[in-house]
């Protein structure tokens, strides 16, 4: 069983930055892609940043230049820096990875519990 735990929400006014955090912990041989998904009140789950084993992002459109996705392979983590925070990034934040428990299991997805983020204006 693999557990994603993430860490660094809050309240934080506009223009402000906050860094969230997560780490993969459990029955781990690889981690394929690591992302960062957000989901507001009333709205459906989004992509924020995704990052391959290699270091390849994908951002989305509306981030993109104020958020910085970046991951640590040895320790399992990837990291979300968010700068220039507006009040439409309030929500709350999942962790999502793609894991492969062992050589002779599939990979698949699994995600944290979530993290709130709140901008005020």
């Known amino acids: 069983q693999v557990q994603l735990v993430e860490s660094g929400g809050g309240l934080v006014q506009a223009g402000g930055s906050l860094r969230l955090s997560c780490a993969a912990s459990g029955s781990i041989f690889s981690i394929n892609a690591m992302g960062w998904y957000r989901q507001a009140p009333g709205k459906q789950r989004e992509l924020v940043a995704t990052?391959?084993?290699?270091?390849?992002?994908n951002y989305s459109h509306s981030v993109k230049e104020r958020f910085t996705i970046s991951r640590d392979n040895a320790k399992n983590t990837v990291n979300l820096q968010m700068n220039s925070l507006k009040p439409e990034d309030t929500a709350v934040y999942y962790c999502?990875?793609?894991?492969?428990?062992?050589?002779?299991?599939?990979?698949?997805?699994?995600w944290g519990q979530g993290t709130q983020v709140t901008v005020s204006s």
């Open positions: 999502n990875a793609e894991v492969r428990p062992t050589i002779l299991t599939p990979k698949y997805s699994t």
């Open positions: 990052i391959t084993d290699d270091g390849s992002t």
